[in-house]
C-alpha cells in the first residue's frame, strides 16, 4: 500500500516510527489516515516481525492530531457518521490490542480524535507543548472513537466527565499528573523517550509482554482472571521462561530474542 498521510520510520532495526504527516491540516483525522493506520495495524505488522515496538507522533510542533478532519463531517447522515464511528473504534482496537507494545509521542495538540488516537496507545509521552482535550461538545458532539470509554478509565470518572462537559483543554504535566500520560518531557524529545522505553521492554520476553498487554486490555472481573491464570499457566512451560529462569538462576541476562 502507497502510504500518502503517514511517513513509516525504521529505527534501530526493530522500532517503527508512524508520523502522522499532514502537517498544513495539524495532522487531522481524515479517511486516509485512518486507511493507513489500518493497514498498518492489520498487516504491515505481521508482515514484519523484526518489529519490536511501535511510535505514533505527528509531523511539526504544533500537533500530535489536532482532531478529525471536520470537513468530512458536515454532509454525512445519522446512519452514516455512526459507522464513521464504529470503524474509528474497530481501527484504534487494533492499535489497542497489538501484541507488541506503542506509544505515543504528543508534541503540540492532540484533540478530539488525536486525544482519543492517543489513549487507544498502550502509553503517552506528553512533551511542554502538548495540549490534550476532547472539545466535541463545542460541536454539539460527543467523541466518537472511544474517547467517553478510555478516558475514563485513564482519569477517573469524575475527571473524566468534567473534562468532556467542559472541552477544557490540559497540558502534558496536568496530563501526567492525572494519569493521562506516563512521562513529561521537554519539547522535542517524546520520540527519544518513547524509543528508550520500547528497548527496555525489548529485553524482556515477547510473549511474556503479548500477554501482559491482552490481559491488562481485559475488562475487568472474572473472566479477565481466568485469562491470566491460563496464560501464566501457558507462560510456565514456555522455551521463554525456560530461558528467563536459567538466567536468572545462572545470574545472566536472559536472551529472549535468540
Known amino acids: 500500500m502507497d502510504l500518502t498521510s503517514i511517513k513509516l520510520q525504521l529505527l534501530e532495526e526493530h522500532y517503527l516510527l508512524c ?10 483525522l481524515n479517511k486516509s489516515v485512518f486507511n493507513e493506520l489500518e493497514y498498518i495495524f492489520s498487516t504491515y505488522l505481521a508482515q514484519h516481525p523484526e518489529i519490536y515496538g511501535v511510535i505514533i507522533t505527528g509531523a511539526g510542533d504544533k500537533a500530535f492530531v489536532a482532531g478529525a478532519d471536520i470537513t468530512e463531517f458536515s454532509t454525512l447522515s445519522s446512519d452514516q457518521a455512526s459507522a464513521l464511528s464504529r470503524r474509528g473504534q474497530i481501527i484504534f482496537q487494533s492499535i489497542e490490542d497489538s ?10 495538540f492532540a484533540l478530539g480524535g488525536g486525544c482519543e488516537l492517543a489513549m487507544a496507545c498502550h502509553m503517552r509521552i506528553a512533551s511542554t507543548q502538548a495540549k490534550f482535550g476532547q472539545p466535541e461538545v463545542n460541536l454539539g458532539l460527543i467523541p466518537g472513537y472511544g474517547g467517553t470509554q478510555r478516558l475514563k478509565l485513564l482519569v477517573g470518572k469524575a475527571k473524566a466527565m468534567e473534562l468532556l462537559l467542559t472541552a477544557d483543554m490540559i497540558d502534558g504535566e496536568t496530563a501526567t499528573a492525572l494519569g493521562l500520560a506516563n512521562h513529561f518531557v521537554q519539547a522535542g524529545e517524546t520520540v527519544e523517550t518513547s524509543l528508550g522505553i520500547l528497548k527496555k521492554i525489548a529485553k524482556k520476553g515477547p510473549n511474556a509482554v503479548s500477554g501482559c498487554i491482552e490481559c491488562v486490555n481485559t475488562p475487568y472481573g472474572n473472566e479477565a482472571y481466568l485469562k491470566e491464570a491460563a496464560m501464566f499457566g501457558k507462560g510456565m512451560v514456555s522455551d521463554e521462561s525456560k530461558e528467563g529462569v536459567s538466567a536468572f538462576l545462572e545470574k545472566r541476562k536472559a536472551n529472549f530474542r535468540a
Open 99 to 108: 501484541s507488541i507494545p506503542v506509544i505515543a509521542a504528543v508534541e503540540g
Open 19 to 28: 508520523t502522522i504527516n499532514r502537517p498544513k491540516a495539524l495532522n487531522a
